[in-house]
């Protein structure tokens, strides 16, 4: 249930590469920046705070058009911080390739539609060795953001999306449906239609929903509940500066 609405549980559109595939031209480049808040409901004095930026690029590599997505996490100290790099086809957003920095360790893969294996030419890369073949090609997970902006969201309409985690053990489909729609206010006190976004899992005990413009299709708020924790995400006004502020990228 969102907001007091039953959500139905209608028939879903499958969408991986190839089937139901993504409009992934239609994904705006440039920098979005977002603001989350976590707080553990058993202790109300304290919130952990992170902030993410994610700068996506349409480039030509290897003769083809290609997205190329970075991201920064930025945590309370230097040790949380972490940056992801991902390469999807311009075209239906299939992943071609996704590095992470975390905690000091490098994590690089390629990835194709039948397979992903861990990137044997980057140097310090800890998953050299990993091979996991796929009976069908998948989403990058870590892009769920980017992929739910590519969505065709409509009243009543349900979507099986075959995600992956790089490095983990198997991709698999995820329920996510259109639990209607609610205008909400953004941080310049205007209000804005959005389509409401609901996936949940009542055996691992988690729910997770998310606000999308219809006007625009952008990400603007997402809320979930797991473990006894409430996490809230933000997007950030365009007018908010890059607060790396003339850091090194």
């Given at each position: 249930m969102v907001a007091g609405r039953v959500i139905a549980q209608n028939a879903a559109d499958t969408v991986r590469p190839g089937k139901g595939a993504l409009p992934a031209h239609a994904l705006k480049p440039g920098l979005r920046q977002y603001l989350l808040c976590y707080q553990d409901t058993k202790n109300d004095r304290k919130l952990t705070f992170w902030y993410w930026l994610r700068d996506i690029a349409i480039q030509k590599q290897g003769g083809k058009e290609v997205y190329v997505i970075t991201q920064h996490w930025y945590g309370s100290d230097s040790g949380s911080y972490r940056r992801v790099y991902s390469i999807n086809d311009a075209g239906d957003f299939a992943p071609l390739y996704h590095r992470e920095l975390v905690r000091g360790k490098l994590n690089a893969y390629d990835w194709k539609g039948d397979g992903i294996m861990g990137a044997d030419s980057v140097e310090g890369n800890v998953r050299k060795g990993f091979r996991l073949a796929f009976?069908?090609?998948?989403?990058?997970?870590?892009?769920?953001?980017?992929?739910?902006?590519?969505?065709?969201?409509?009243?009543?309409?349900?979507?099986?999306?075959?995600?992956?985690?790089?490095?983990?053990?198997?991709?698999?489909?995820?329920?996510?449906?259109?639990?209607?729609?609610?205008?909400?206010?953004?941080?310049?006190?205007?209000?804005?239609?959005?389509?409401?976004?609901?996936?949940?899992?009542?055996?691992?005990?988690?729910?997770?929903?998310?606000?999308?413009?219809?006007?625009?299709?952008e990400f603007l708020k997402e809320e979930d509940h797991f473990n006894g924790m409430v996490r809230y995400k933000v997007r950030m006004p365009d007018a908010m500066p890059d607060i790396r502020m003339g850091f090194a990228r």
């Open positions: 009976d069908q090609p998948n989403y990058n997970w870590n892009l769920d953001i980017e992929t739910f902006e590519l969505l065709p969201l409509a009243e009543g309409k349900s979507f099986l999306i075959n995600f992956y985690d790089a490095g983990y053990e198997a991709p698999k489909y995820v329920r996510y449906t259109v639990a209607g729609s609610e205008r909400i206010r953004l941080l310049d006190g205007q209000e804005t239609d959005c389509w409401v976004l609901h996936t949940e899992d009542t055996e691992k005990g988690y729910s997770e929903t998310y606000w999308i413009s219809k006007k625009g299709h």
